[in-house]
Structure formats: C-alpha cells, structure tokens
Nanobody
Framework: QPQLVESGGGSVQAGESLRLSCTVS????????MGWFRQAPGKGREGVAA???????TYADSVKGRFTVSKDYATKTVYLEMNNLKSDDTAMYYC?????????????????WGQGTQVTVSS
C-alpha cells in the first residue's frame, strides 16, 4: 500500500525556517512526481512546490525564492525547505505523489496523499 508520511512541522516566528520531510513507502519513488500542498482553515488546498521525475521543480509564486523542494533517492524522502516564513504560510502541509503530472501544482493530478503536518507561523 503506497504511503506518505510528513514530518517536521511546528510553530515558529515569522522570518524563521522549517524543513518538512515526506517519507515514501510502497511504490517506486523515482517514477513519481512529488508535490507539497497546503491548506489553511476555510481555504482550498493550494499547490506549493513540486519535484518532477526529471529533476525539474515548480513553485507557487507566493513561495518562490523562499522555499526549496528536493529529493533524496537513497532514503526515498522529499523535503521542503521553508525559509523566511510568513504568517500567511500557516497551514496544514501535505505531501502528495502522482505517477505523472502536466500541472504539478494542481491538486487534482495527485491521488496519493499523506496525512499532513501543521505549520504555524506567528508574526
């Protein structure tokens, strides 16, 4: 059974950093697009960053220059390094996987989801 487990969330002050991790089991990690999404209370789920199978990366405009997504193939882990966090970054962050993606930040293209890790940024 494919499974994604997020970790690394927490509560920080604005301007600080967090590194989220998503460990992957149950499928061949190398052949999947990996995405990070977030959802704040009362809002829809938003694509944040994604890593393709060819090493490409995609970022939402709101996080460009602040967030970095990367993969560790040895440990089957995808990371989201979040720097200079803002209060608007507060959300539940989800890791997701898709066998293929045309729009890597589109939630509808992902069918495998983790349970999320909470990020809270205080101003």
């Amino acid at each position: 059974q494919p499974q994604l487990v997020e970790s690394g969330g927490g509560s920080v002050q604005a301007g600080e950093s967090l590194r989220l991790s998503c460990t992957v089991s149950g499928y061949f990690f190398n052949n999947y697009y990996m995405g990070w999404f977030r959802q704040a209370p009362g809002k829809g789920r938003e694509g944040v960053a994604a890593a393709g199978v060819d090493g490409s990366t995609t970022y939402a405009d709101s996080v460009k220059g602040r967030f970095t997504v990367s993969k560790d193939y040895a440990t089957k882990t995808v990371y989201l390094e979040m720097n200079n966090l803002k209060s608007d970054d507060t959300a539940m962050y989800y890791c997701a996987a898709a066998p293929w993606s045309i729009q890597p930040l589109d939630t509808l293209e992902y069918g495998i989801w983790g349970q999320g890790t909470q990020v809270t940024v205080s101003s």
